[in-house]
């Protein structure tokens, strides 16, 4: 297989693992930056037959491109400016999140326009310090969303914050943050609105009960990511990045590898050629080289990956033209996972998933339980 290899059969059991976490509460999938990679119309669709009820996105361009793809399901943009076209965000019926009053008057000024309710989720910062609004302009926010509410422009579906540190649950930040947030919520209350209340991103999801509220927003868990380090939570990895060695070659002892020469061979061994590169996803700067899968073993990547390819060093391995070399996936088969590559860069698996890059051809696969997910591939 070449290419980004998606099992949807794992982003089902993720979503219905987090459902089941969830009791009540509803599930909001994450289907931003293209689906972290996966691919947002595939995963919305997973995630949708599975037990979420909600979708979430970052830009209007992603919540416009799942209506494109007939795509219905309540969904929620959460990055937009003021001066964003909320005309045709209100009319293809996506909530909006506002974070300050010069949104929520730019939004209700468009749905004037559209002569159609605007659906906003006022957003609150408890303390992440990136979106939202700070406690001394939540009052006012607050009015004002009342105020187009009883003028029948707006309708506040959601009051809503985003946590800083959930997968370390006993961090000072998180019972803060929930301090915070209720008082938010006790506030929107007191003017008159209520909202469908949501602050749990993956890690509360799975380790945060008292963050649950109304719905939460999962990301990372639907793509089979474990979010809190050490914790095992039962998701399962949904991408498998892999291609086929296009050239192999035996070289003496002593030849410089790659760009730069970084590697030089210590003895005569093969070289294989994949042709996968930083600019479909392989990290350039791995802090320790990299490995991949080659005929079941792992052997490491040889000198700098290039943009369109690297080298494996494969030793004495009886490698052929055509073997499948995996960079990464589930783990099943010794492969190295997203999150080997995430401790190899210093970063995190979200950072490597959404790295893979636009020409590498998602493949979904999806077994017969699954075979209506499949059929709308
Ligand atoms: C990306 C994002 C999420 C998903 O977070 P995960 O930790 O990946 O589950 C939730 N909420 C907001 C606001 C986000 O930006």
């Known amino acids: ?38 691919g947002a119309a595939q995963i919305a669709r997973t995630a949708l037959t599975h037990g979420a009820s909600w979708l979430g996105v970052t830009s209007a361009a992603e919540a416009l491109a799942l209506r494109a793809e007939g795509i219905d ?37 468009a749905a004037v326009r559209a002569q159609q309710p605007a659906n906003v989720h006022l957003k609150v ?26 003028m029948g422009v707006i309708r506040v579906r959601g009051v809503w914050s985003h946590l800083a540190k959930a997968e370390d649950r006993a961090h000072p930040s998180v019972a803060g943050q929930l301090t915070a947030f209720r008082q938010a919520v006790a506030q929107a209350r007191e003017v008159g609105l209520r909202p469908l209340l949501h602050l749990a991103n993956s890690a509360a999801i799975l380790d945060v009960p008292e963050a ?32 086929r060695a ?23 061994t093969t070289l294989a050629l994949v042709p996968l590169g930083f600019a479909d996803g392989v990290p350039a700067r791995a802090i320790v080289p990299g490995e991949v ?10 000198g700098r990956v290039a943009m369109d390819q690297f080298i494996v060093d494969v030793g004495d391995l009886p490698v052929e033209v055509g073997d499948e070399v995996t960079v990464f996936g589930p783990g099943d088969r010794g492969e190295p996972t997203v999150s080997d590559w995430a401790s190899w860069v210093g970063t995190n698996a979200q950072d490597i998933l959404t790295g ?14 699954a075979a209506s997910t499949l059929e709308r591939v």
């Open 1 to 38: 297989m070449d290419g980004a290899l998606v099992d949807l059969d794992a982003v089902a059991h993720n979503t219905r693992l987090l459902t089941q976490r969830l009791g009540t509460a509803a599930l909001m999938a994450v289907v931003k930056a293209d689906g972290f990679g996966h």
């Open 293 to 302: 899968l080659v005929r079941g073993v792992r052997r490491p990547i040889a």
């Open 73 to 109: 399901a309540p969904t929620l943009s959460w990055l937009v400016g003021p001066d964003e076209d909320f005309t045709a965000m209100i009319g293809a019926g996506i909530d909006i999140s506002v974070p300050a009053i010069v949104h929520l008057d730019a939004v209700a000024t």
């Open 356 to 369: 893979v890059g636009v020409r590498v051809p998602r493949v979904y696969h999806a077994d017969s339980t």
């Open 125 to 150: 910062d408890t303390g992440l310090s990136r979106g939202g609004a700070t406690p001394d302009t939540w009052l006012d926010l607050l009015a004002w969303a009342w105020r187009y509410e009883v």
């Open 246 to 268: 296009v050239l192999v070659k035996r070289v003496p002892a002593g030849t410089g590898v790659g760009y730069g020469h970084t590697y030089v061979t210590d003895r005569e």
């Open 212 to 243: 649950h509220f109304d719905m939460a927003r999962a990301g990372i868990a639907l793509y089979g990511a474990e979010p809190i380090a050490g914790k095992r939570f039962g998701l399962r990895l949904a991408m498998t990045l892999s291609a």
